[in-house]
């Protein structure tokens, strides 16, 4: 069996099963003990995707796959699949709506599941891109199913979001209800050669500020220009945006964690029962001194 050191080796000379069992070791107890190992992370731009089932979400990122391709960067595609990680639901239908990037060796595609995993989407998915991002890949696409908790923590990954939409109505609704359009940078309406795409574009105009484009992803229609406004994006990034992430990224971590965190329940059992407030057990469960299973040595702080 390789070593750790021996699949990174492989996989930045382009190993796409290195890279695969890479991933596989992040999403796993033994995450700390791979990225020890990367060194030095190189930069990486993230994209996020999302939008409602059947919006065109996996065909839109093949398209900019294949633009990103051209300029000859290596792409990485992320499907953030919420239930198990032998389940391939999300990969396999990307496999379907990518088969042209299937035999590319500068093209990996992967399931990342987020239950079951230490953290789920906040801890797998930053220890993921900087994975990738060590094993030379220039560009992340981050798609999600548009329904739950998950986009809101893409949008804390992600420079931009893009969220894809259906003509007419009822996307358009929907999105606003699942609160996808306040995660949005970019807003794309997909399939635009039907009917109530100009109507859509209207009614999304009236509710957001940030850039609405029309594509049909299918045809590579758009996609040129959503290229563009994605680069505009980033050319646009600033210091204050990345911490504002960071901070985004740090808090979201830290919430997974104090979920399983022992201390928690003990607080909230003392809670339910009347004998400590909620203030003061915020406070307990944040201050080391309050904890028994926390220790100081000096200046560092450990938990049991």
């Known amino acids: 069996m390789q070593t750790v050191a021996e699949l990174i080796d492989a996989a930045r000379t382009g190993s796409l099963r ?10 796993s107890d033994r995450r700390a003990e791979v990225l020890a190992q990367l060194g030095e992370c190189a930069p990486v731009r993230v994209v996020g995707v999302t939008g ?57 595609i992967r399931s990342v599941a987020t239950r079951g995993h230490l953290g ?11 994975l990738l991002g060590a094993l030379g890949y220039g560009l992340i696409l981050l798609e999600t199913v548009g329904v739950g908790q998950s986009e809101i923590e893409i949008a804390a990954v992600a420079d931009p979001t893009l969220v894809i939409l ?3 109505a009822g996307d358009a609704v929907q999105a606003a209800k699942a609160g996808l359009l306040e995660v949005a940078d970019i807003l794309v309406v997909n ?27 299918a ?11 994605i680069d505009a994006h980033h050319r646009a990034d600033t210091g204050e945006r990345r911490s504002a992430r960071a901070r985004a990224q740090i808090l979201s971590l830290a919430q997974s964690r104090l979920r399983g965190d022992a201390a928690l329940d003990r607080l909230a059992a003392e809670v339910a029962a009347g004998t400590c407030d909620v203030y003061t057990a915020a406070d307990r469960l944040l201050s080391p001194r309050d904890r028994p299973d926390v220790h100081t040595n000096g200046s560092d702080v450990y938990i049991q």
């Open 18 to 27: 290195a890279a695969g069992r890479l991933l596989s070791l992040v999403e």
């Open 52 to 108: 409602p089932p059947g919006a065109g979400k996996s065909t839109t990122i093949a398209a900019l796959v294949a633009a990103y391709r051209e300029r000859g960067l290596r792409v990485a595609v992320l499907a953030v699949d919420p239930s198990s990680p032998y389940s391939g639901g999300a990969l396999l239908g990307d496999r379907i709506r990518m088969a042209q990037h299937i035999d590319d060796p500068d093209v990996l």
């Open 219 to 229: 045809q590579n229609t758009g996609i040129a220009e959503l290229a563009e406004a």
């Open 191 to 217: 399939k635009a050669d039907r009917d109530g795409a100009k109507q859509t574009v209207r009614d999304l105009r009236q509710e957001v500020s940030v850039p609405i484009l029309t594509a049909v992803a």
């Open 120 to 130: 789920g989407l906040a801890a797998a998915v930053p220890a993921a891109i900087a």
């Open 166 to 168: 259906n003509p007419g």
